[in-house]
């Protein structure tokens, strides 16, 4: 069960450390992302974790998300609970819209069958097809749960 400490375990000490020690000139967005965490894993509040950084390419989106599985999931990024989309690998084709809708439902709820605390990262979201971000609202939304699944 992804639930016991075995696979998933905020180390917060080592959050703040590598947001201090590896994130430059982004103390207030690290500030905010670490209390965020933290709260979220006392459980508060008791909805799904989102999180959302937006800027420019190198501006350290993914290093930040990098830095939060590996300080989450005892396997970091190579966690099974760990899952990166990005959009112009799996999502590049805009016709197929009601295609990626169906996939990315269906792989957001297999994902959160398996383990309620997956980690999510929506790369290039600026470049998905119209109408596929929607597909997501129901899953971060306040819903105690999404099709049985509690997120």
Known sequence: ????????ALNASGLQADFNTKVFGQH???DVVFKII???FRGEPNK????????GTGSGKNFISDIIAKNMYTK???SKYVKRF???LDFPHSGKLEFYKTELRNRLM???RKCGRSLFILDEMDKMPPGLIDVIIPFV???SEVGGVDF
């Open 38 to 40: 933290n709260g979220h």
């Open 1 to 8: 069960c992804c639930h016991s400490d075995r696979w998933i």
């Open 110 to 112: 297999a994902a959160g």
């Open 48 to 55: 799904a974790l989102v999180l959302s950084f937006e800027g």
């Open 141 to 143: 939304d306040h819903h």
């Open 28 to 30: 207030l967005a690290t």
């Open 76 to 78: 970091g990024l190579e």
């Open 86 to 88: 990005i959009a112009t």
